[in-house]
């Protein structure tokens, strides 16, 4: 057998190319070929998928297209069905087990994100929320469908692929919207935030605030040296950076500040370093390519990776402004309001443009879970939070699949509700 995908398929358009390069993609095979009718009898004995609506006795696997994978259509599935604790959806024949469905089509909705154009139900900050997702309506966003799918799919029919990439490895990526808590600034910012923690009444964190001005503290924000250390540990760390103009909800240190500049660098050393767009630049490309250009100026590289601020992502026009600044990985594929697999894989993908029907260079890495989330929007304590990182830790072992986090270094500062959220973290990414 060659190391190569065939595919029956007679007019194979913009989507299903994306789909089954995606496939050869997870299955370390070197190529894709499609065939037709003509050219079938020439590949014998090889794996074959074949998508079409007619059979052939020569394949290894049978689905049948649905419309979903025609160019133009934004079909969200009307209800699913239960598959060996999977769900499937598209039903196109009444065959047994997961041939009676378009998988192709199902990987296609779940990657391409096509629920998410134009879609109405938008939070304040016109998010889509996870809980008004398809995944999460159905049960199934904690679920990596897409890479279980592929899986099964290649234990029943292709004698289980070698795969031939990597140990199963998880990635911790670092929000820095605020550099520092109480350094570096100003003497009337630092006396305002004194005053504000007096009114309310925060003693522990008024605590901090005296200590640190004394240097009988580290700064809370200041846990460099300690992700350094997992980065040396684990090698799975990389840094997001706020460098827009001062606002509600962008209150980055300012790009010109020479502490920040010098931490910037220092980062970069030892980590990849990439742009957090701030709020300002969320659907305005001048500002967007503005911010890029402050990120390379002070690291003297090109930036090429990015994560939104607020995961702030609205498509198609989030990502075709990151692709018309340069951008080539974006990061922000996931929910702030729930944890899970937006896109249905754990996996990076190249994001089809479902609206111009073409694939895209940009490549999307996806996360699971925000420390924000757990906190915030679930509402859980830090013991509550690492029973809940155990227990998802364990099923991506038994998946044999990699966890991506979000982090901020905000996360750490244990006299404003952080304490023991450091321990939640080092359940995935323990130091020796």
């Known amino acids: 057998m060659t190391n190569t995908l065939y595919v029956i398929c007679h007019e194979p358009g913009p989507r299903i190319r994306y789909v089954f390069e995606h496939i050869r993609i997870q299955w370390n095979l070197d190529e894709l070929k499609f065939l037709d009718k003509n050219t079938i009898s020439e590949y014998s004995g090889e794996r074959i998928i074949n998508y079409s609506t007619e059979s052939h006795p020569s394949s290894s696997i049978h689905f049948v297209p649905s419309s ?34 378009d998988l192709p089509g199902m990987i296609f909705f779940m990657l391409s994100r096509v629920e998410e154009f134009d879609h109405q139900n938008l939070d304040s900050l016109r998010r889509l929320e996870g809980k008004n997702s398809f995944a999460a309506r159905n049960g199934f966003l904690h679920i990596p469908v897409v ?29 820095i919207d605020i550099a520092w808590a109480f350094s570096h600034r100003p003497l ?76 910037i660098k220092k980062l970069n050393l030892y ?46 026009g989030t990502y075709r402004d990151l692709l018309s600044a340069g951008i080539k990985e974006d990061y922000t594929m996931g929910f702030h309001d729930l944890p899970g697999c937006r896109a249905g894989t754990v996996y990076p993908f190249y994001w089809y443009d479902s609206e111009d029907e073409k694939i895209t260079s940009l490549k999307v890495y ?4 925000m420390d924000v989330t757990l906190k915030n929007y679930m509402k ?53």
Do not use: C
Not at 70 to 99: C, H, M
């Open 68 to 101: 979903v994978i025609e160019s133009g259509n934004r079909i969200i599935p009307e209800q699913i069905e239960w598959v060996d604790k999977l769900p499937y959806f598209f039903r196109t024949n009444t065959a047994g087990g997961i041939q009676g469905f």
């Open 147 to 175: 890479d279980l799918w592929l899986q099964n799919m290649a234990q029943l029919y292709f004698a289980h692929p070698k795969k031939n990439g990597p140990a199963r490895r998880d990635h911790l990526t670092i929000d």
């Open 188 to 263: 009337w910012e630092y006396l305002g935030g004194a005053f504000k923690e007096v009114f309310s009444f925060k003693w522990k964190k008024l605590g901090r605030r005296i200590r640190t001005l004394m240097n009988l503290s580290k700064d809370p924000f200041d846990v460099y040296d300690y992700l350094n250390s997992v980065q040396d540990q684990h090698g799975a760390v990389q840094f997001f950076i706020l460098l827009g103009e001062r606002a509600q909800l962008d209150r980055s240190f300012h790009w010109n500040n020479p502490r920040f500049i010098a931490l």
């Open 271 to 316: 980590s990849d370093v990439g742009i957090h767009p701030s709020t300002q630049a969320s659907g305005n490309l001048s500002i967007l390519i503005k911010e890029i250009q402050r990120l390379e100026n002070i690291i003297e590289q090109t930036v090429e990776k990015s994560r939104q601020h607020y995961l702030l992502l609205n498509l198609p």
């Open 366 to 369: 996806p996360f699971y879970v």
């Open 380 to 432: 859980l304590n830090a013991f509550e939070a690492a029973d809940w990182m155990q227990n998802h830790k364990d099923l991506f072992v038994e998946w044999n699949l990699p966890m991506t986090l979000v982090w901020h270094n905000s996360s750490f500062f244990e006299e404003d509700g952080w304490n023991g959220w450091k321990e939640v973290l080092e359940i995935i990414f323990p130091l020796k």
